[in-house]
């Protein structure tokens, strides 16, 4: 780690990396993730990090009404609700050191986002993916918002400078549908079962990892072009 680090120090200008982010938008600790990263690339001395999201279902079944989700933590992870109530208080304090706001209620759902990932395919297509990501990790923990609903949808895509009724004939057409199961696919089949996971170079990192962390595989990838 301390090597790396130090690496971080030795590279040369101009190096680029790309981070390769696999990811949920109703993924707690993908936001959380999101967020050390940022942090980490606070840290690096002459290296452009350039992040490129991929698309990964944490409830590939979830029915289009979606679940409650305090229910559906402790029915997937056979956790009882005081754990539950654990776990959603040490996301909202990693979340108020990031800056960011968790808002979590007795009636929070957990959503089907096989839609959202289709609007992030479009929004890339326009230069516009990170915003678009962002803003829907705002409106489902922050906001509160359904983000399998076809107007929360829409509005979003305005939002972030897409064009509202092009957004919602991709939406509805299913146009991305197959481009991003193939992708979804592709990233199960290459071993990533959980989310997030950052790909850095050739080294997979898996977890919400601390900003040191990230920092040194990114240092490292960046030394070894």
């Known amino acids: 780690m301390t090597a790396d680090l130090q690496g971080a120090q030795n590279v040369r200008d101009g190096k680029r990396v790309t981070v390769n982010m696999v990811s949920d938008v109703v993924c707690p600790w993908c936001i959380v993730g999101y967020?050390?990263?940022?942090?980490a690339i606070k840290t690096l001395d002459n290296?452009?990090?350039?992040?490129?999201?991929h698309p990964f279902e944490l409830n590939l079944n979830m029915p289009e009404e979606g679940q409650n989700l305090r229910e559906h933590i402790m029915e997937k992870y056979g956790i009882s609700e005081q754990q539950s109530a654990q776990n959603r208080a040490r996301l909202v304090e990693a979340g108020e050191q990031l800056g960011f706001s968790f808002n979590?209620?007795?009636?929070?759902?957990?959503?089907?986002?096989?839609?959202?990932?289709?609007l992030i395919h479009f929004a890339a297509e326009n230069g516009l993916e990170e915003d678009m990501?962002?803003?829907?990790?705002?409106?489902?923990?922050?906001?509160?918002k359904d983000v399998n609903d076809l107007g929360v949808l829409v509005e979003l895509a305005e939002?972030?400078?897409l064009?509202?009724?092009?957004?919602?004939?991709?939406?509805?057409?299913?146009k991305y549908a197959q481009v991003v199961r193939e992708e979804e696919t592709?990233?199960?089949?290459r071993g990533i079962q959980s989310v997030p996971t950052f790909v850095i170079g050739n080294q997979g990192v898996a977890g919400a990892q601390e900003p040191a962390?990230?920092?040194?595989?990114?240092?490292?990838?960046?030394?070894?072009?």
């Open 35 to 39: 967020q050390r990263l940022q942090e």
């Open 47 to 53: 290296i452009e990090v350039d992040i490129k999201f």
């Open 104 to 118: 979590f209620t007795d009636d929070s759902r957990m959503q089907n986002t096989f839609k959202a990932h289709q």
């Open 133 to 144: 990501k962002l803003s829907l990790f705002n409106a489902y923990f922050t906001d509160g």
């Open 159 to 161: 939002c972030v400078g």
């Open 163 to 174: 064009d509202k009724t092009e957004a919602e004939a991709v939406i509805k057409s299913e």
């Open 186 to 189: 592709l990233w199960m089949q």
């Open 213 to 225: 962390t990230l920092a040194a595989f990114i240092a490292q990838a960046a030394s070894q072009q």
